[in-house]
């Protein structure tokens, strides 16, 4: 069956925030679905700084993101500011979070060939609710490209 060339298929992916923490919560465990799953590959976050984890379980993509909706702390007004090296003002302490990132249905859209912009700009707008964020996007461009050579 020939498909035309303004039929479009529309992503089936749903991000769904599996589990989160901030700083001082508990550490986060691994999901019970991913228990004997190695990682499949990881992506910088941030470069040569944060990776972020990524497992395959069933049509679902699991992604260990590390530097989940980090808050950046200025000044000196905070107490834990005298555990660090550096105890002047003049940078940020960021506040790490974590969180166990579920992609449903991600393969069934790598399979059907979902046009990658489209993919990854519909990723990115269900994970911070906006349209345009541009760290997201990129994020989600580069775990598409990983995929897409794993499954060559």
Same mark, same amino acid.
């Given at each position: 069956?020939?498909?035309?060339?303004?039929?479009?298929?529309?992503?089936?992916?749903?991000?769904?925030?599996?589990?989160?923490?901030?700083?001082?919560?508990?550490?986060?465990?691994?999901?019970?679905?991913?228990?004997?799953?190695?990682?499949?590959?990881?992506?910088?976050?941030?470069?040569?700084?944060?990776?972020?984890?990524?497992?395959?379980?069933?049509?679902?993509?699991?992604?260990?993101?590390?530097?989940?909706?980090?808050?950046?702390?200025?000044?000196?007004?905070?107490?834990?500011?005298?555990? @660090?090296?550096?105890?002047?003002? @003049?940078?940020?302490?960021?506040?790490?979070?974590?969180?166990?990132?579920?992609?449903?249905?991600?393969?069934?859209?790598?399979?059907?060939?979902?046009?990658?912009?489209?993919? @990854?700009?519909?990723?990115?707008?269900?994970?911070?609710?906006?349209?345009?964020?541009?760290?997201?996007?990129?994020?989600?461009?580069?775990?598409?490209?990983?995929?897409?050579?794993?499954?060559?």
């Amino acid at each position: 069956m020939l498909r035309s060339v303004f039929y479009e298929i529309s992503p089936q992916s749903q991000v769904i925030i599996y589990s989160k923490r901030q700083y001082g919560d508990p550490k986060l465990k691994k999901p019970k679905e991913l228990k004997g799953i190695r990682q499949l590959f990881s992506i910088e976050w941030i470069p040569k700084k944060c990776r972020c984890a990524c497992f395959i379980h069933n049509n679902d993509l699991y992604i260990k993101h590390r530097d989940f909706d980090s808050i950046e702390v200025y000044g000196s007004d905070y107490e834990f500011r005298e555990r @660090f090296v550096y105890k002047d003002t @003049f940078g940020c302490v960021v506040l790490r979070g974590e969180a166990w990132i579920l992609i449903k249905d991600f393969m069934l859209d790598i399979q059907n060939n979902v046009f990658e912009p489209i993919l @990854f700009t519909y990723l990115a707008e269900q994970v911070t609710g906006e349209l345009g964020n541009c760290d997201w996007e990129r994020f989600f461009e580069k775990i598409i490209k990983a995929v897409k050579s794993y499954c060559k």
